[in-house]
């Protein structure tokens, strides 16, 4: 079956450095997307990667290894607006997007 | 500024009761889709359209169907509403379905049923 893997919740502080991580497998590799989605709202693209590597926009930065399955969402300088959950979503063989459940990532002051 | 717009955010209902939730977009893009969302899970794809040609995921239940009358414009329709229905339905669009299109969602629209 197809699968992403991502962690529940994470805790951070304001002006800080946090990684959120990504395991997939599924049937085929066309890219990987991270949305970011604040409670009660619709999911926001943040960043697409499909060759390894690591895309930098702003605060934010995005990390992919495409043989170890994994990626990585890097946020710098932490700021409360933060807060919110992040998915991973990966385009299988069919361009159907296989979502994650959600990072929720709560910042503190 | 071009955009994904679903009507209303908000949907209280009956159980039992037929509802429709609307989508509309600015885009111009060529495919639709509505996404169940449960609190706390990932998005579930229900069915999208490319263009006029309809494609249903295997698992999304007979209870919700949809039409697109034109480019602009997606409904989902759920003809009879369980209490195991309220969800977030969010809507998206994206240019194509090629690896480097992105989908773009709409607010979303939160079903209540009661």
């Given amino acids: 079956g197809q699968n992403i893997d991502q962690p529940t919740e994470m805790t951070a502080t304001e002006g800080a450095i946090v990684q959120i991580n990504c395991t997939y497998q599924t049937s085929g590799f066309n890219g990987l997307f991270w949305y970011q989605q604040h409670a009660g709202e619709a999911p926001t693209f943040l960043s697409y990667n499909v060759l390894d590597g690591l895309e930098e926009k702003g605060r934010f930065s995005s990390f992919l290894s495409r043989s170890k399955g994994y990626s990585y969402l890097l946020l710098k300088e932490l700021q409360m607006k933060d807060s919110a959950s992040y998915l991973c979503a990966v385009k299988d063989s069919n361009y159907q997007l296989i979502w994650g459940a959600g990072t929720k990532l709560i910042i503190k002051p | ?114």
């Fill in chain 2, 1 to 114: 500024d071009a955009m994904v717009i679903q009507n209303p955010r908000y949907q209280v209902t009956q159980f039992g009761k037929p509802v429709t939730l609307s989508c509309s977009q600015t885009l111009n893009h060529n495919v639709m889709y509505w996404y169940q969302q449960k609190s706390s899970q990932a998005p579930k794809l229900l069915f999208h359209y490319y263009d006029k040609d309809f494609n249903n995921e295997a698992d999304t239940p007979d209870n919700f169907q949809s039409r697109r009358p034109n480019t602009s414009f997606c409904f989902l329709d759920i003809r009879s509403p369980g209490l195991g229905d309220a969800a977030m339905y969010l809507c998206a669009t994206s240019r194509g379905l090629a690896e480097t299109d992105t989908q773009y969602f709409g607010p979303g629209t939160r079903l209540t049923v009661l």
